[in-house]
């Protein structure tokens, strides 16, 4: 027994070490990933001329080399503001950033200063993990709070139990607005208007309408080259209905409402009524990005992160407000973000507080990073300002600025501590995107075992 | 005098012994014992690795009985195991087509080795696109050839396991192969040749002689082939992202990993992987026990 297991451990650490050192490069979620694995970049302090005693501050955090490199600069200015810091800086691949977080934190060696996502927010929040900032918050002469998106700085929130209020645990890093992007040349041979920037104008039938119009199998062998629209927000949707996936205040899953299966029927029918969206077997052999980028698919969606990508694109593309429910005449989005957070171990909490605060908020690393089409300034006169007059698409920008301030709502697995719940929805949507059962009856199966996941990880 | 010159030797050489023994026995109670013993306790804890553990009990062990993807995940590991006896078949042909002495022979058995000793992860890619729907090698071969419109092969519930099975089918004939070469040369001729003096032809000789002189190979290739169709992961980590559709591809070392790396449930993953330690036991245990019946020992 002793040896089998053993011999099974091994395998299992083996297949673990395998699998966690390829896993940087093969998703396929929009966002580029790095694969740097595990790099350290120290830049040795000055730290001369200066009666203060030398600090190092440890920071981790993921992301594409652009990022990195973007990092590596603004930690650079940083040093030379503060003399007696060192900073630190590690960056992992994606893929293992959550499971060396988790070690290192259970090991009682979190970095001062690191990476904290929606979902993993609160439960570092609740475990005493994350520094309480707002104290040095209240101080801090280095920025204007009132001039940094309220919506980005409330997801960092916590009131002890639970979050979107009280004392600051956190920093954003960036807020990443889910926008609708549209092929406009494809719009033009069709002959097609195309899509308003503005929310509530443009509505699901103007979709439909549009998208039908655009679909096109030019050699009739009954599977289209080019798709009217592809990888449809189910969020937008369902929000946009007046629906929810969760009411958080009451702990209720609330997937069999009428608001919330009527959208999950348009979006499935999308394909299965009206072909004009690739069905599961098409998004399986040629996803959706790929087919945007062949120029294949007139209309996608996007963050502001996919800008470098599109950039290179041998066709014209902007992007437009989410079409809006017929039934609401409104339409919604998410805005996703990433945060800082400072360890509540930290032995420099000023200084790993000076250091979020910098990245999160100087000036001339926003504006770095929004010329490289990384992400929307976090300052908002930088956002009304520079970034609107940026010359590059795509031009409707503003369309960013409407769903951070308006109609962005935060990811689903913000608010929940254990995620499974939803995991567990998406993994047996298919049922509905293939037809094989109508979203009224499937939601209503599915929300028991929901609610029961739900009740069981997170209250 | 002379005794104690002897142990003093003696003790020299205990010595060395334990020297020679202890890192492998140190890194077996370090890295193995620990851990495992350090699993059993937290199987009985929740622990999410950010706070202390707290006491559940039996807790992870119920909730592991009701929870319906444990069945879903092991059933799809039992599934797998259907490749088994098919790979023991192919593999003893194999092995008996690369037994004859011919030109370049050592070449051929290199050709159908080379899957075991590639990594992984590249392979699973790289069927990632073999098997792909539209653009797939093997979709459009069947297409060319046959006029058959091949199936999703990744994409749909119906057919991921036997795509895992052809993927382990042919990552792991080659390995058995070996084994059953090393088998066969070591089956004494002579016994052939009492058996064409007897007028024995060449089907009576294999399923007289071969196959039950084998016997030994086929008891190792079933047990590994149990343990590893138990333990299989990387492949299904590759290949069926989340578990793929419906959760058809997740295996329960997927299961396991998911609960202790994505969820990290540690408390409850535990629990789930010591279940899975006393499966194989078991099963392992009754193969040894059915063995006496039918594995030949010379």
Sequence with gaps: MVKRKMKWSMVLLLALTLVSSACSGGGNTPEPSGNNAGEEQTNAGSGSGDNKEPVTIEFMGHGNPTEKSIFEKLIASFEDKYPNVTVKYTSVPPGEYAQKMKTLIASGKAPDVFYVGSAEFYRFAEAGTLLNIQPYLDQTSLFNPDNVWKQAMDRYRYDGSKIGSGDSYGLPKDVGPWAMVYNKDLFDKAGVPVPSAKAGEWTWNDM??????????????????????????????????????????????????????????????????????PDQEAEQAMNAYTRFLNGQLAMFAMGPWDQPGFWELPFGWDIAAWPASPNTGKTATWLGSMGFGISAKSKHPQEAFDLAAFLSLDADGQRENFTLGQAVPNLIDMANGEFLEMDKSPANRQVFLDIIQDYGRPDIPYGSKDTQWIDTFWQNASKVWTGEMTAKDWTAQMKPQMQELYDKNNK | MTTTKFSGYRRKELFWLYLFVAPPVLGFLLFGLAPMLFSIYISFQNWDMLTSPTSAGLGNYKELLQDEKVFKSLFNTVYLMIGIPIGMVISLLLAILMNRPLKGISFMRTIYYLPVISPIIAVSLLWQWILNKDYGLLNNLLWDWFGIQGPNWLGDADWVKPSLILIGLWGGVGGNMVLYLAGLQSIASSYYEAAEIDGAGAWHKFTKITVPLLTPIHFFVLVMGIIGAFQSFSQIYVLAVDGGPEYSGATIVFYIFEHAFKYFNMGYASAAAWLLGILIFIVTLIQFKLSNKWVYQD
């Design chain 1, 208 to 277: 439909l309408d549009a998208a039908k119009k655009l679909t096109s199998d030019e050699n009739g062998d009954g599977k289209p080259e080019v798709y009217g629209v592809g990888a449809y927000s189910l969020e937008s949707a369902v929000w946009g209905n007046g629906g929810e996936f969760i009411d958080y205040a009451a702990g209720e899953v609330k997937v069999d409402q009428p608001e919330f299966y009527e959208a999950m029927q348009f979006v499935a029918d999308l394909n299965l009524v009206h072909k004009v969206s």
